[in-house]
């Protein structure tokens, strides 16, 4: 079993930075994928970013590539996602997840995780 809580959403200005922050609790965080989502009103849920068990891989959705980026610290049981340049479409409510045995394409599919955070609220205004 595995819990996740979700913190550093917030208020920003277009252009701005915000660190999202995920919690796990769990003997084998180790060994799970973690991924962020997110979900404007009146939209699917949506693929951000995610990282492998290991740390060694990242995948990114390409509407944040080379502006977010995902970090694991093992020992910390904690997974982050840097947010820089932000626009006002980044305006979401984020999610953290984790799953096993992900692979480069599936770790993009929400069905793929089995644990999901309540969410924190990302608003970026123009």
């Known amino acids: 079993q595995v819990q996740l809580v979700e913190s550093g959403g917030g208020l920003v200005q277009a252009g701005g930075s915000l660190r999202l922050s995920c919690a796990a609790s769990?003997?084998?965080?180790?060994?799970?994928?973690m991924g962020w989502f997110r979900q404007a009103p009146g939209k699917e849920r949506e693929f951000v970013a995610a990282?492998?068990?290991?740390?060694?891989?990242?995948y990114y959705a390409d509407s944040v590539k080379g502006r977010f980026t995902v970090s694991r610290d093992k020992a910390k049981n904690t997974v982050d996602l840097q947010m820089n340049s932000l626009k006002p479409e980044d305006t979401a409510v984020y999610y953290c997840?984790?799953?096993?045995?992900?692979?480069?394409?599936?770790?993009?599919?929400?069905?793929?995780?089995?644990?999901w955070g309540q969410g924190t609220q990302v608003t970026v205004s123009s």
């Open positions: 769990g003997r084998t965080f180790s060994s799970y994928d």
């Open positions: 997840t984790a799953g096993r045995g992900g692979s480069s394409w599936s770790l993009r599919v929400p069905r793929m995780y089995d644990y």
């Open positions: 990282i492998s068990w290991s740390g060694d891989s990242t």
